[in-house]
């Protein structure tokens, strides 16, 4: 120890402490960033909701178009559909799926339905792209008379 000072030995070890928390550091924003991402691009997905219900009403949606020709194929299957669950509480979509077709109402329903993102402002929280998964009669309903069966002397 001349002249009041002292000579530092280089440590090794506090030098890597410092990287490694650097690269833990990377590694979790990086990770944050990926969840985030992949949150905000299957938003509708993910916060997606099964419903399992009764068809109170299906709608074919035809634009104005439809009627010249100048329709896609989207378009020409477009539906609007209202099912009530069996707590009571009724949810509305859209959907181009072609199998809404079949589905008519009265019928009980097992569909999934996809949530529009929040940040979308004129949409955000409405349900879009009904997915049927099954369509059966509804327990405890009469059954509806086929085609085949002759009508009754009241309905002549």
């Known amino acids: 120890m001349r002249f009041g000072y002292r000579v530092k030995k280089y440590d090794g070890k506090k030098s890597m402490r410092g990287v490694r928390f650097f690269i833990k550091m990377f590694v979790f ?4 960033v990926g969840v985030t991402a992949f949150t905000i691009h299957n938003y509708s997905w993910i916060f997606a909701k099964n419903i399992q219900g009764e068809i109170i009403e299906i709608e074919r949606i035809n634009t104005p ?21 069996q707590t009571g ?11 809404w077709q079949v589905a008519k109402k009265g019928y009980c ?33 009469t059954e509806e008379p086929s085609a085949t069966e ?3 002397e009241e309905e002549i």
């Open 89 to 99: 509480m009724m949810y509305t979509a859209s959907s181009e799926d072609r199998q």
């Open 29 to 32: 924003a990086a990770v944050l």
């Open 150 to 152: 002759a009508p009754s």
């Open 109 to 141: 329903a097992l569909a999934t339905l996809y949530r529009y993102p929040p940040w979308d402002l004129e949409k955000g929280g409405t349900f879009f792209n009904a997915r049927l998964k099954q369509v059966y009669k509804c327990p405890g309903k």
């Open 65 to 85: 178009d439809a009627i010249i020709g100048n329709t896609t194929s989207t378009q020409m299957h477009s539906y609007a559909i209202l099912i009530q669950d």
